[in-house]
């Protein structure tokens, strides 16, 4: 006789209630503050938006475009066929038009330092970890599911 295992959560899922995640904004660096304004309002994953690029976002129509993720240094399609899609930037789209300098070229990530790609694991261990911690608001499994 088998038994069927369910898969648990390693850790129990948590949000952020509006003034933890108000607070936690105001800690960030503007450019990751953009990146976890973009992740809450568009419902993108991480990999995603490490992998968005100049070219698939469009300020005359206030949208971004999934076209490619990046994962752990891998550009790679989506996830899935239905992951591929349009997105509205809404009233992010005033800051992704002063974050596009005249230099950046379409190939050019969004989320970049020193031309490369962010990382999403020193993101969350150099900067965002650090940044709830200070606050009093961190918990184990604090990460980017948190603001999905």
């Known amino acids: 006789m088998t038994t069927a295992l369910t898969a648990r959560a390693k850790y129990e899922k948590r949000i952020l209630t509006d003034v933890q995640f108000c607070a936690l904004l105001e800690q960030l660096p503007a450019t990751v503050r953009l990146l976890v304004e973009t992740l809450v309002s568009t419902g993108m994953r991480i990999c995603e938006i490490l992998g968005l690029r100049w070219r698939s976002v469009d300020l005359e129509r206030g949208a971004v475009h999934v076209e490619e993720r990046l994962y752990r240094g891998e550009l790679a399609a989506p ?13 992010l789209l005033g800051a992704y038009r002063r974050m596009q300098s ?9 989320y970049q330092s020193n031309g490369k790609p962010f990382d999403d694991r020193e993101l969350l261990r150099n900067i965002l970890r650090p940044a709830a911690d200070r606050l009093g608001i961190g918990f184990p499994g604090f990460g980017w599911h948190t603001f999905r």
């Open 102 to 110: 005249d230099g950046a070229r379409p190939e050019d990530f969004v």
């Open 79 to 91: 996830k899935t066929d239905r992951s591929l899609r349009a997105l509205a930037l809404g009233e």
